[in-house]
């Protein structure tokens, strides 16, 4: 069973930093892409990074490019977000999760969500202006 395990959230002033960790079980980690999501009340989900180590790529939203960087430890089946520079437009509920088809890092986050696969539960961000 796929198992996604979502943490990191928190409140932070605009300028701040957080780091959102996605522990992954139940499957071969670095065989698939993993991606994380964001939906403000409101708003559409929206793919904010994805990784993959079996395509060595990463995606980024326009919207995070250059403050976010999404990195990934095969040997502890994680994926981190480091979110920098946070923006009040920032805040929102962030996901993690994972597509298990043949799906590339930007498949998965242009697509919103996995064409199969898993999401992980929520972790909410709060940045503070």
């Known amino acids: 069973e796929v198992q996604l395990q979502a943490s990191g959230g928190g409140l932070v002033q605009a300028g701040g930093s957080l780091r959102l960790s996605c522990a992954a079980s139940g499957f071969t980690f670095d065989d698939y892409a993993i991606g994380w999501f964001r939906q403000a009340p409101g708003k559409e989900r929206e793919g904010v990074s994805c990784i993959s180590s079996s395509y060595g790529s990463t995606y980024y939203a326009d919207s995070v490019k250059g403050r976010f960087t999404i990195s990934s430890d095969n040997a502890k089946n994680t994926v981190y977000l480091q979110m920098n520079s946070l923006k009040p437009e920032d805040t929102a509920v962030y996901y993690c999760?994972?597509?298990?088809?043949?799906?590339?890092?930007?498949?998965?986050?242009?697509?919103?969500?996995?064409?199969?696969?898993?999401w992980g539960q929520g972790t909410q961000v709060t940045v503070s202006s």
């Open positions: 999760a994972a597509d298990v088809t043949n799906w590339g890092p930007s498949d998965l986050c242009r697509a919103r969500a996995p064409y199969f696969g898993s």
